[in-house]
């Protein structure tokens, strides 16, 4: 079946300007999860849903982050005024539910984001 | 704080030969624990994942991994290394509450045929 899809698959984009980031997790998982990877920082989390819920948002890195999932399905990760330390790949994962006993992630492609 | 460590940024294996990829973790409670595979320009793989039961756990590609409760470490192996087996590894322990994965930063397999 389809798996776990991002949009775009690359994004350049000048300093300041607004990014928004799309990802499409498999059908029928409720909880959806974004991961940032960076050189410097390694694979971070930023935020996770349960439906349409954030009830963990601990990984932002500031409040020109923010993201939204509606309908239970898709979600968009929005940068404002974005700055060169955002630039780095930014991966969705998307599992069945929230639990830890039956609960794998599965890995997008990721985006790639370069602000210049 | 829940925490993993991989040691090595970097490990060298000739093809045919096995191989290991070390991890180590530090959780309060029950350890939840995961390793995926990153090939180049490519999202994360799953590759398998302890939750309980017998300490060794099969996965994709015929990797496999052990967990030592008393080392705290979950290392992954492989009898025969392939070139093909050449990418990223990440473990990652997973948070009980929401579920977030934190990862270790990644060790780089190179196989040499």
């Known amino acids: 079946g389809a798996g776990v899809s991002q949009s775009p698959s690359n994004k350049v984009t000048e300093k300041g300007k607004d990014v928004e980031l799309r990802c499409d997790p498999i059908?029928?998982?409720?909880?959806l999860y974004w991961y940032r990877q960076s050189l410097g920082q390694g694979l971070e989390f930023l935020i996770y849903?349960?439906?349409?819920?954030?009830?963990?948002k601990s990984g932002l890195p500031s409040d020109r982050f923010s993201a939204e999932r509606t309908g239970g399905s898709v979600s968009t990760l929005t940068i404002q005024r974005t700055q060169q330390e955002d630039s780095a790949v930014y991966l969705c994962?998307?599992?069945?539910?929230?639990?830890?006993?039956?609960?794998?992630?599965?890995f997008g492609p990721g985006t790639r984001l370069t602000v210049l | 704080a829940q925490s993993v460590a991989q040691p090595e940024d970097q490990v060298n294996v000739a093809e045919g030969n096995p191989l290991t990829v070390k991890c180590t973790y530090s959780?309060?409670?029950?350890?939840?624990l995961f390793w995926y595979v990153q090939y180049p320009n490519r999202g994360l793989q799953f590759l398998l994942k302890y939750i309980t039961g017998d300490n060794l756990v099969k996965g994709s590609y015929g990797f496999e991994a052990e967990f030592n409760k008393s080392q705290t470490s979950f290392h992954l192996k492989k009898p025969s290394a392939l070139v093909s087996d050449s990418a990223l590894y990440f473990c990652?322990?997973?948070?009980?509450?929401?579920?977030?994965?934190?990862f270790g930063q990644g060790t780089e397999l190179s196989v040499k045929p």
């Open positions: 849903f349960q439906g349409n819920s954030a009830p963990d």
């Open positions: 994962a998307s599992s069945l539910v929230a639990g830890p006993a039956t609960d794998t992630q599965y």
């Open positions: 990652a322990v997973r948070v009980v509450k929401g579920g977030k994965l934190i």
């Open positions: 959780v309060s409670g029950n350890p939840y």
């Open positions: 059908s029928g998982h409720t909880a």
